[in-house]
């Protein structure tokens, strides 16, 4: 599922790397009938990267609810442990590596191992996280987040099961 490759890259930080690569990012949203994800796209071409880098900042960092960690949404849960060591795990049977600056429930990391998976295997493996992504996406609506757009498709089975 490639598109699942292409929101882990849209989730990252933003700089001039991403920035430079929204005509790219255009077509293949276009060839691959993901219209929902322009205005995504406007905001990171449009909008001031030190703006865009403050509104990442305040909703992906400094708002515990809508954190790119999954397992910082499992609150005292003594498991934690085991469960970063299932992400290593399972990136490593695909020969990936967690990116060095983040733990392995990084979601844009745990997006790109997804993107291997066959789609029946996606939506079995994504499925325990399923509210917390719709959590995030209800928080990111209240902000009016350009980001809701990714997690409004990540929290329904319906869609993401139509994502080539």
């Known amino acids: 599922m490639k598109t699942l490759k292409f929101f882990s890259v849209l989730l990252l930080y933003p700089g001039e790397e991403l920035t430079n690569q929204i005509s790219e990012f255009r077509v293949f949203a276009v060839e691959n ?6 205005p995504l796209l406007d905001y990171m071409e449009k ?5 865009q880098q403050k509104h990442y900042t305040f909703v992906f960092d400094l708002t515990p609810s809508c954190s790119l960690y999954l397992l910082e949404h499992f609150k005292d849960d003594k498991t ?4 970063l060591l299932g992400f290593i795990e399972k990136y490593s049977k695909l020969g990936l590596k967690p990116q060095q600056n983040h733990t392995p429930d990084f979601l844009p990391m745990y997006l790109e191992y997804l993107s291997f998976l066959k789609k029946e295997e996606v939506l079995e493996d994504i499925a325990p996280y399923k509210s917390i992504l719709e959590n995030i ?9 350009p980001y809701c757009v990714i997690f409004e ?8 099961d139509g994502l080539p």
């Open 33 to 38: 009938k993901l219209d929902f994800l322009m």
């Open 153 to 160: 498709v990540l929290s329904k089975k319906e869609v993401l």
């Open 47 to 51: 909008i001031d990267i030190l703006d």
């Open 80 to 83: 934690k442990g085991q469960k």
């Open 137 to 145: 996406y209800k928080k990111l609506q209240e902000f009016e987040s």
